[in-house]
């Protein structure tokens, strides 16, 4: 008992007088905060941009109805004060992301803990907190799955350490000519609201790909020949302004004579079930049998014909708005209209390819990737970084685990598994102490435009890079200053000289981050930027000879259970990384329960 009451007065006082910085305070940050304040912590920074939803109010309890629209940092500070008035809270209605937030303000902090749920603001926390030498405790959950760990410079990999995984994509053709799958019509709907009503890409079409005419019949002809008259010469956005969005037109177009065009590309439907064109009013008002029965409105799945209502109305709808603002619509999951008509026109696209229809809730969290937010989940994560973070705070980091939490783990009967922490990456791009990193490229075709918003900023996360050339002369080809290198931004990085083995460096200021990129000169690459380490494998007779199993490290049951569990803790989201089975260690030991 003594022991207990001695451990009870340490953990006080090392949460009483610990000052942390809390980024994010929605679904985790939530259930955070109040463990924080009711663990003793008192003085806590929150940052957090976003404002409260409707929807966050099943699981993210510091919020009411009545606080719909306000600041989420703000609000949750009110709602933890009134059960505890002497927590000394700094509430900032801000994106972390903000030159406020450097390298100085976050040396302040003893510890950061992040409750963020996108890759861009964890990578910026993640690399101020190596600039200012603070230890880091990050999270993620994705319905079922979560995780936390530990990110200490010198000592842990960082979050950048390994790889994530790019989002998934779709080819065009797939989409417009041969779609397979709900998801393929959904992303197709969302392509036509923006063709109607929002920002058009030209890379996003909707109507069917006509780059190889020979596959079209006489039946493709006179769709084409129809089509042109309907919207003669101009766009589909003025086609459609011009027959004042008639839903009837429009449907016609998009459901009927696009899908009469498919058809007569008798190529396509060899081996394929070919579509089923739709007729204006083909489903009655009888088809409502058809509908699923459900108590929920949005779990139900629409008939045809409900699907053609909705699309009339959700059209009506956004085009008064549309008119009514000179900007284009974005198209949001939480606008009833624009949803509306997404899993309308989704559902009619399935049907013509017989592709399962969806319901609205389902169609929602596809077109939105959401994944399910799980209260517990949360919870369960929350309580855990607050248990890592004592550890941090006892200086006993070599205690911390990453903690992996599953349904699906069968370890013994465990929820929770918790794996030793991961050194450094010594090929990590962000925390070596001069990182560097190999990129090839075509440079006779890149451009210094494409080499800042597709390599330094996409794949490498800065915000505002300066970049020069490692030529003894320290030219500079990208700064950060608006206006200082705008014309170099259409040339090829050949016509500077730059070249196989060339040295670029990067130095983005805002987040104190240097780092060195090397030239690999490639011209047979389908993509304008692969890293070492991500070019495709060498060929078969030049791969090395396979190891013994002496060198396999363990026998192959053992490696295949350790395969298993990896398998059943499958990343999800940007916030949660795969599993290592390699260095599980004993669930029991590991798990600690504050009362």
């Known amino acids: 008992m003594k022991e207990g009451k001695m451990a009870d007065k340490n953990t006080t006082t090392l949460a009483k007088n610990c000052s942390l910085l809390m ?18 912590f008192e003085k806590i920074y929150i940052i957090d941009l976003d404002t409260i939803d409707v ?19 703000q609000v949750a500070k009110e709602s933890v004060l009134r059960f505890r008035p002497n927590a000394e809270i700094i509430a900032k209605h801000d994106t972390v992301m903000s030159t406020e937030y450097n390298k100085d303000f976050f040396s302040q902090f003893d510890i950061v803990l992040n409750a963020l749920d996108n890759r861009a603001a964890r990578n910026h926390v993640n690399r101020m907190c190596l600039a200012a030498n603070v230890p880091l405790i990050e999270s993620g959950t994705a319905g079922y799955l979560g995780q936390v760990t530990l990110i200490k410079k010198g000592m842990t990999e960082c979050y950048e350490c390994q790889p994530k995984p790019a989002r998934k994509t779709y080819p065009g053709c797939t989409i417009r000519n041969t779609p397979s799958e709900p998801v393929h019509c959904i992303v197709w709907a969302k392509h036509l609201f923006n063709q109607l009503f929002g920002e058009h890409d030209a890379d996003n079409e909707v109507s069917p790909d006509t780059e190889d005419p020979e596959l079209a019949g006489d039946a493709g002809e006179m769709a084409t020949k129809k089509n042109s008259e309907e919207i003669s010469r101009t766009s589909t956005r003025d086609w459609a302004k011009e027959i004042d969005y008639d839903g009837e037109k429009l449907f016609t177009k998009f459901f009927h004579n696009d899908i009469t065009y498919l058809l007569s590309m008798e190529k396509l439907w060899k081996k394929r079930k070919p579509p089923i064109p739709l007729a204006w009013n083909s489903g009655t008002s009888s088809d409502q049998a058809e509908a699923t029965d459900t108590a929920l409105p949005d779990k139900r799945i629409w008939s045809i014909h409900e699907c053609q209502t909705v699309f009339e109305k959700s059209i009506k709808t956004l085009k008064e708005r549309s008119r009514a603002s000179d900007e284009p619509l974005v198209w949001d999951k939480d606008d009833e209209a624009a949803m509306d008509f997404v899993t309308a026109t989704a559902n009619i696209r399935s049907q013509i390819f017989s592709i399962p229809l969806k319901s609205r809730f389902d169609i929602k969290s596809i077109s939105g990737n959401i994944i399910p937010a799980i209260a517990t989940t949360n919870a369960i994560i929350a309580g855990l970084m607050v248990v890592e973070c004592l550890k941090v705070l006892a200086e006993k980091p070599e205690d911390c685990r990453t903690i992996y939490l599953s349904k699906q783990v069968k370890a013994k009967n465990r929820l929770l598994v918790p794996c030793k922490l991961e050194k450094p990456n010594p090929k990590c791009y962000v925390c070596p102490q001069l990182p560097e990193v190999t990129v090839n490229m075509d440079t006779n075709k890149v451009t210094v435009k494409q080499l800042e918003d597709k390599l330094f900023k996409e794949k490498f996360g800065m915000i505002a890079p300066d970049v020069e050339i490692d030529d003894g002369k320290g030219t500079i080809l990208i700064s950060s200053e608006e206006g200082e290198t705008e014309d170099n931004w259409p040339k090829t990085l050949s016509q500077f000289k ?18 060195v990129v090397n030239i690999h000169h490639n ?10 380490g991500d070019l495709p494998p060498v060929p078969e007779e030049e791969k090395p000879a396979p190891k013994t199993a002496a060198e396999t490290n363990g026998n192959s049951v053992h490696n295949q259970k350790k395969r298993k569990m990896e398998e059943e803790i499958h990343q999800q989201t940007n916030g949660v990384k795969k599993m290592k089975t390699n260095d599980i260690v004993a669930v029991e030991d590991d798990i600690m329960i504050i009362d």
């Open 498 to 515: 730059i070249a196989n083995s060339t040295r670029l460096k990067g130095d983005d200021f805002l987040q104190n981050y240097e780092l």
């Open 523 to 532: 011209e047979d690459l389908d993509e304008l930027f692969v890293l070492e």
């Open 55 to 73: 929807s966050n109010l099943n699981r993210q309890f510091l919020f009411q109805r009545r606080h719909v629209g306000k600041s989420k940092a």
């Open 23 to 40: 980024v994010g305070a929605g679904g985790i940050g939530c259930e955070l905060l109040k463990n924080l304040v009711l663990t003793g």
